[in-house]
């Protein structure tokens, strides 16, 4: 069902990291997958727009990729030490994202049960393709995951120690925010 019947105006939201939080979170495998850890990397620099408006209904975003900071690592043997840290930021430049800008833009935002249904175009760097996600919609707040499959945006997933720790190929981006 189109946006058209709750919604009598037109209502913009801007959200980015002062409001809001976006995420990615990646998961391990491989043989060695205990000395490694799932991450939870926070984006500190982006800026995305919600329009909601009947039919014209509208989400874009678009995000640094070199802002990515670990925010947590869970499952590994030891805790994740500053060094680690720095390591995981140098690999996301210089070997997974390489700097590439990000950005996504709707083609189609519908009411669903409970909140939004999306769809659209994520580009990283010069690879785009449609995703599909939905969104949750609970009071004043959206909230959601879309996964993504890094080799399907000509991202090889990371790996170390001869491939025997890798980073699943099986992504997730995650996206809370508050709607005042």
Known sequence: MPLDSPTPASTQYDLGPANASLQVK??????????????IIGVTAWQGTLVLNGSTSSISLDADSSSLEVL??????KPLSDKDRGEIRKNIDNKILRQQPI???STQVERSAGGLSVQGNLSIGETSRP?????????NRVSGIVPLVQREFGIKPFSAMM??????D?????IDAPLA
Request: charged fraction near 30%; hydrophobic fraction near 40%.
């Open 163 to 168: 491939g025997a720790l890798k980073v699943r």
């Open 170 to 174: 099986d992504i997730e981006i995650v």
């Open 131 to 139: 995703v599909q996600f939905e969104l949750a919609m609970d009071g």
């Open 103 to 105: 950005s996504f833009r």
């Open 26 to 39: 990646t998961y391990r495998e491989g043989i060695a997958q205990k000395v490694g850890h799932d991450l």
């Open 72 to 77: 947590e690592g869970h499952n590994g043997v």
